[in-house]
């Protein structure tokens, strides 16, 4: 699925899948070729194709990255609400899960739009003990660069669900 031409439905996949579960599954490699999967809830979408997150708290990712820049980000749509009426109807109206392929750049100072944009997701938990304890020193992102999606299929339950993308079996990376 191209990633560039599909990015507002994208994005609309991204957000309905955070608001259900407040994070993203992003999966790396390690040294050993190991498959590594992190919850990241600091994935932030911006520019066709493109995203941030915040690196604060990953530990292994980094090291990751040393050798295999490649990441997969996956999106789930978990709210039980969602998944039992798509059930009761035999079909999903939306995707429920989306798949992005991309690779990562260098830890970096994170920019004042970005750090807005961050302070949008968080800031009305900001008086609490917990924004201060995980949240109020954000600084250090990484850039992703997305160059494929996939469509996650479960079947004839999500037959239709796709079609405002495209075909959804065609694996093409955008540029």
């Known amino acids: 699925m191209n990633v560039e031409s599909n990015w ?50 990953t530990q292994r990712m980094p090291m990751n990255f040393n050798g295999n820049p490649h990441v997969c980000v996956l999106a789930v749509r978990s709210g039980l609400l969602f998944w039992l009426w798509s059930a009761l109807r035999g079909e999903f109206r939306t995707p429920p899960a989306i798949r992005l392929h991309g690779t990562v750049g260098a830890a970096r100072p994170a920019t004042v739009d970005e750090l807005r944009q961050w302070s949008r997701r968080v800031g009305k938990l900001r008086r609490t003990r917990g924004y201060q304890m995980m949240w109020a020193n954000m600084r250090t992102v990484r850039e992703v660069r997305f160059t494929s999606a996939d469509a996650i299929q479960i079947g004839a339950i999500t037959r239709d669900c796709w079609k405002p993308f495209g075909d959804p079996t065609r694996k093409e990376a955008s540029v």
Request: net charge positive.
């Open 8 to 57: 507002t439905l994208i994005r609309r996949l991204f957000t309905r899948s955070f608001q259900s579960s407040l994070h993203f599954s992003m999966a790396t490699v390690t040294a050993q070729g190991l498959p590594h999967v992190t919850p990241v809830g600091s994935l932030l979408l911006r520019a066709p194709g493109h995203a941030v997150y915040f690196e604060e708290f």
